[in-house]
Structures are given as structure tokens and as C-alpha cells.
């Protein structure tokens, strides 16, 4: 019994060392004097015009980076479906690009707090246009060739080139390869100056 005595004594001790002291103020909504500190997130205000149009919309983005001076260019190219965006002015139309690092999407270039942006975007473009068009272009060959294959005399028929006789569709598909890789190499060889 004594044992159970001095259990019971040590655990009210103990449940009356953790317990709160009682709360000297009744009253039940105090009001405490905190202080807070509001920092401003610097911000520019965007104008942004698509292909030299608009603007197509009026927005205010915040600044970014170590020193909250670079501007968030990915997060606005993907917003808005731009694969580039280009400094802007009503006068003289397009200025330079505007540059961000491939790894943050922040541009290089620092902006101050409050300054005013005109940027001219260029959409990206679209997978359907070059698709469309390369069908296009070997649908007319394949009709032409298709046409030169009926109209052809005997003797060429009978000559029997190139081992054998081609689809049209093989030698449309033949011509456009061949005059897109004659294009790109007369440009290769001018770049280099030959």
C-alpha cells in the first residue's frame, strides 16, 4: 500500500510540473502588440504585343533572382505559346531579343522596380502548316509525274532505267529531298562563304 501511495504521489506531482499557470488577463480576445514587416516584391508592368500587334494584354509580373532584378521570360513564353520574345517599340517596331538563361528562364539583362516593358512576341509555329505543305507538294509531284508516265512514248518504257519502274508517290518523294537538301546546302556553302 505504501508503494501504491508514493505512485500516486509522484504522479500528481509530475501531471502539476507540466501544467500551464493559470492566465492572469480574463479577458478572452487580448489584443497583442505584434510587429510586422511588409517588404515590396519589386514588379514591372508588361505591355505585350503579339507579331507587332495590341497590345494583347497589359500585366504587372514581379522580378526574380539573387538581386530581384531579372524578369521571369519562360514562364511569360509559355504562357502566352511565344517561342521568343523581342524588345518593342511603337516608333520603330522590333529592338533586340530579349535573352534569359536556359536554366532559371531569367533574362540576363537586370530591370529597376516600376519600369514600364513593351515586348513583341513570336508564336510558335505550328506542327500542321510544314506537314501540310510537304503533302501538298507530293500530291502536285505525284500528279505530274503520274501525267508524264502516261503521255511517255514507248521507246522510254521500254528502256527500263534505273532497273525497274517507280510508284510516282517514290519519285515525288525522290524530287522534294533532293531540291530541300540542294536549298539547305547552297545556304550551308554560303555560310562558310564558298
Same mark, same amino acid.
Given at each position: ?41 519589386? #514588379? =514591372?508592368?508588361?505591355? *505585350?504585343?503579339?507579331? $507587332? ?5 497589359? !500585366?504587372?509580373?514581379?522580378? @526574380? ?6 524578369? #521571369? =521570360?519562360?514562364?511569360? *513564353?509559355?504562357?502566352? $505559346? ?5 524588345? !518593342?517599340?511603337?516608333?520603330? @517596331? ?101
Amino acid at each position: 500500500m505504501e508503494k501504491e501511495s508514493e505512485r500516486e504521489e509522484i504522479q500528481e506531482t509530475s501531471k502539476s510540473t507540466f501544467e500551464s499557470p493559470p492566465n492572469p488577463n480574463p479577458n478572452p480576445n487580448p489584443s497583442p502588440r505584434t510587429r510586422t514587416v511588409k517588404t515590396k516584391v519589386p #514588379e =514591372v508592368e508588361i505591355h *505585350l504585343f503579339r507579331l $507587332g500587334k495590341g497590345p494583347i494584354e497589359i !500585366f504587372k509580373s514581379t522580378l @526574380g533572382g539573387w538581386d530581384q532584378d531579372q524578369l #521571369e =521570360v519562360r514562364d511569360i *513564353l509559355e504562357k502566352y $505559346g511565344f517561342k521568343s520574345v523581342f524588345a !518593342f517599340n511603337h516608333a520603330s @517596331g522590333r529592338g533586340v531579343p530579349i535573352r534569359f538563361n536556359p536554366r532559371n528562364g531569367r533574362s540576363l539583362l537586370p530591370y529597376t522596380d516600376g519600369s514600364v516593358i513593351f515586348m513583341d512576341g513570336e508564336p510558335k509555329d505550328s506542327l500542321v502548316k510544314p506537314i501540310t505543305k510537304i503533302l501538298f507538294g507530293v500530291a502536285v509531284i505525284t500528279l505530274l509525274i503520274t501525267f508524264l508516265l502516261k503521255e511517255t512514248p514507248e521507246w522510254v518504257k521500254s528502256s527500263n532505267f534505273l532497273g525497274g519502274s517507280f510508284p510516282p508517290w517514290i519519285l515525288a518523294c525522290i524530287v522534294i529531298v533532293f531540291t530541300r537538301t540542294r536549298k539547305r546546302t547552297r545556304e550551308f556553302l554560303k555560310k562558310y562563304g564558298w
